[in-house]
């Protein structure tokens, strides 16, 4: 009786499988079986590395291409600073005007030797001379006429002082007031080597991109080289731009106005400086500071390749012939 041969085919399909979920759209490489559980399982898998593991410096603009980003800023103290006063000056001519004007500023300017600042550190910036009127009223029998006539002249001009001493502000105010200066128009603040600052930030963002890059790498996203940057973008935020005004509000209650007069009171309104805030960026330089600063705000992007092709699903058959003998046999689609 002739032996029937026994095929015994065990069906093993081993293949990588390439996963884009959500909205990151991360590449995670895994051997997984086909049934809907396995699917499930990969789902989930995939899922908590999103949730846990990466952060909204990651995100996708298709199937093979991933972006990775970095926001800096760098507190930089100023190297020098401006202030600005403006002055008005009223009298009876426009001679009269512009001396009595320049007798105020030139006494300014030679007090200022005190701290060291020189008269080439100030700069009178004139802005106008124009006459002021006055009504005269015409009496006539049954009207009266009201008409603008000339009663003098006013003169108005910006002083420009420049140093490098930011403890020193309150001295120039002082010598200011003394000298019949009261108009602080404003404070600026000047930092010399901008592009330095800015060479920091480009060298630590690329650092933070690129340890980003390794961290995905050992997740086992392919990340193919070369790279483009796709967005550079700076900016320069000045203390005098970030200076918030609020008003200060107390108030009485219901039970203390209860048969009784209430008398509201003015309240002063005044500004503080309100820095641009560190929790929309991944790196903060110089965090600490004391007085107000300049801002250096850097962003970078940067664009990566995937791998473009999805590993083809490879099928392994083994037969088991009547001798025991086990054989391997590999079909390609």
Excluded: W
């Amino acid at each position: 009786m002739k032996s029937k041969i026994t095929f015994l085919v065990i069906l093993l399909s081993t293949f990588g499988l390439t996963a884009q979920r959500s909205s990151n759209q991360l590449k995670f490489k895994g051997t997984i079986n086909q049934s809907e559980r396995g699917e499930y399982q990969l789902q989930n898998l995939e899922r908590g590395i999103q949730n846990n593991a990466l952060n909204s410096n990651y995100y996708s603009v298709n199937d093979h291409e991933i972006i990775l980003e970095c926001d800096a800023i760098m507190n930089v103290k100023a190297d020098s600073y401006l202030l600005i006063f403006n002055i008005t000056q009223v009298a009876q001519t426009a001679k009269e005007a512009d001396e009595l004007i320049n007798k105020r500023i030139n006494a300014f300017v030679e007090s200022l030797a005190v701290l060291a600042i020189r008269p080439t550190d100030v700069h009178q910036d004139m802005i106008y001379l124009i006459p002021v009127f006055e009504f005269e009223v015409e009496k006539k029998l049954f009207s009266k006429t009201y008409n603008e006539v000339p009663k003098g002249f006013e003169m108005q001009k910006n002083v420009h002082v420049k140093f490098k001493k930011s403890d020193i502000v309150d001295d120039i105010v002082t010598l200011a007031a003394t000298n019949e200066i009261y108009d602080l128009v404003t404070i600026e603040y000047f930092v010399k080597n901008q592009q330095l600052v800015f060479d920091s930030l480009r060298s630590a963002s690329i650092n933070y991109i690129d340890k980003n890059a390794r961290k995905l790498e050992k997740l086992g996203i392919d990340l193919e080289e070369p790279h483009t940057t796709l967005v550079e973008q700076s900016n320069i935020i000045f203390p005098e731009d970030r200076y918030s005004d609020y008003e200060s509000f107390v108030s009485q209650s219901i039970e203390a106005a209860k048969d009784k007069a209430v008398t509201t009171v003015r309240k002063p309104k005044t500004v503080a400086y309100n820095k641009l805030p560190y929790n929309q960026f991944d790196i903060v330089i110089n965090p600490e500071f004391l007085e107000p600063v300049v801002q250096f705000t850097y962003k970078l992007k940067v664009k990566y390749s995937l791998e473009k092709d999805k590993p083809k699903p490879v099928n392994h058959y083994f037969i088991l012939d009547n001798n025991g003998n086990l054989k391997e046999v590999i079909l390609k689609p």
